[in-house]
Nanobody, 121 residues
């Protein structure tokens, strides 16, 4: 069963840092671009950052200079280093990836279970 498992969320004061991890597991042929999204209460889910298989990155304007996305291809893991956190960063953070199955070669759209990030004033 191909799946994504997240970890690293928690409670932090404004100005602090957290590092989120998301690992893909199962019968994987290839993991394409990996992404981080977030969803705050009463808000739509929004894209935070994306990283390609080759390591190229893109960020939403509201996190540029504060967050860094990276990946470890050997471990099929994506990370989100979050610095200078603000109360408005409070949300459930979800990782996402399109994963090609080693068994069927079809592409599977997978989401992590979500991890809560709470930033206090």
């Amino acid at each position: 069963q191909v799946q994504l498992v997240e970890s690293g969320g928690g409670l932090v004061q404004a100005g602090g840092s957290l590092r989120l991890s998301c690992a893909a597991s199962g019968s994987i042929f290839k993991v394409n671009a990996m992404d981080w999204y977030r969803q705050a209460p009463g808000k739509q889910r929004e894209l935070v950052a994306t990283i390609t298989g080759g390591g190229s990155t893109n960020y939403a304007d509201f996190v540029k200079g504060r967050f860094t996305i990276s990946r470890d291809n050997a471990e099929n893991t994506v990370y989100l280093q979050m610095n200078s956190l603000k109360p408005e960063d409070t949300a459930v953070y979800y990782c996402h990836a399109v994963i090609q199955s080693r068994i069927t070669l079809i592409f599977l759209d997978r989401w992590g279970q979500g991890t809560q990030v709470t930033v206090s004033s």
